[in-house]
């Protein structure tokens, strides 16, 4: 078979992840022939991660990288806490965000593209590395943050990332805000950011615990709206107390510093995925067979 067609060759990179002109003279090699084909990709090494794509990724590491007031953020998840500290994977993870702070990368697929070295892109690196790890790999999310007054990060080992942006230049503000956002986990930086759908939620569920109470009805509505005001300074940003001063708010450190947040964000390993559990016995002869 001297031609090859798109679909053809479409069909052997969703099976195997591997480039797509690597799966192109995959299928020459193999005149057409699509399980050959995947034979080939595997003994080259280009196609191990075939089956383990479909792996549940929940550990890894969070990495931030600054560039002058850029800032970016990437969640590189692994199967094992045990990869997510092997050599190979921390380095991965690191040029990744090197390569991340570059202008031109403005989201996970932009960066697959980008050259990882100058015989791979990052996606072929991360096939790679799946590969040589022996379990599945992936880049889940990244955020980047620019012209802002200044920019704070924090990272808490490599479990949990945050990114801060102020209007003013103060660094160690935006730094202290970080530090906080990472301890105390808000939603959004303002009660006036609560969505009007999450607000009502909340009033029914006040209304109802404070029925049961037998209490009046003017009673019941200062309770409501008590417990209200406190449920919104508990998930926003400003009505926090500040950890590393608990006797004042958030939202007074700034008003102190004459400073507003602009935006946050705060990235935890593996949150959002649904993990399974799985036997160690079963587990590791899985790993000593090399599936």
Known sequence: MSTISAAQVKELRERTGAPMMECKKALLTTQGDLDEAVAVLRKTGRAKADNKAG?????????????????VMLEVNSETDFVSRDGNFTQFVQHVA??????????????????????????????????KVGENVQIRRMIKTGNAGSVGTYLHG??????????????????DVAMHIAASRPIVVSP?????????KEKEIYQAQAASSGKPQDIIDKMVVGRLRKYLDEVSLIGQPFVKDPDITVGSL??????????????????GIEKTTE?????????MQGS
């Open 55 to 71: 792996r549940i990724a929940a550990e890894g590491a969070i990495v931030i990288a600054v560039q002058d007031k850029t800032a």
């Open 192 to 200: 006036d950011d609560v969505s009007p759908d999450e607000i009502a």
């Open 98 to 131: 090197e390569l991340a702070i570059q202008p031109n990368v403005d989201s996970v697929e932009t960066l697959a593209s980008v050259p990882f070295d100058v015989a791979h892109t990052t996606e072929e690196a991360r096939l790679e590395l799946v590969a």
């Open 279 to 287: 036997d160690f016995k079963e587990a590791v002869m899985s790993q």
């Open 158 to 175: 490599n479990r949990i990332g945050v990114l801060v942006e102020l209007d003013t230049e103060n660094v160690d503000l935006a730094r």
């Open 254 to 271: 700034l008003n102190k510093a004459r400073a507003k947040v602009i935006a946050f964000h705060r990235f935890e390993v593996g949150e």
